[in-house]
């Protein structure tokens, strides 16, 4: 019935949906690198920005947990 429908039979159908989902997952692999990528060098940028106008997020981290742990 495949075959009449789509001219092809049940084995090339399978076939072209495996490759399909393969190349599915692969660009799902590469959005998550640019993203990943993207996001990695915003940080760094705003964390170098940060540091110019005198703010030190991880400065003021390390100072809370030892205020929690020295008192």
């Known amino acids: 019935m495949l075959n009449d429908l789509l001219g092809m039979n049940d084995i090339d159908f399978m ?21 990943g990528i993207t996001f990695s060098v915003a940080t760094l940028l705003l964390g170098n920005i940060g540091g110019v ?9 390390i100072d809370k947990i030892f205020g929690i742990f020295g008192h």
């Open 53 to 61: 106008f005198g703010i030190n997020i991880m400065g003021w981290i």
């Open 15 to 35: 076939y072209n949906q495996s490759r399909a989902h393969s190349a599915d997952l692969m660009f799902l692999k590469l959005k998550a690198w640019f993203y």
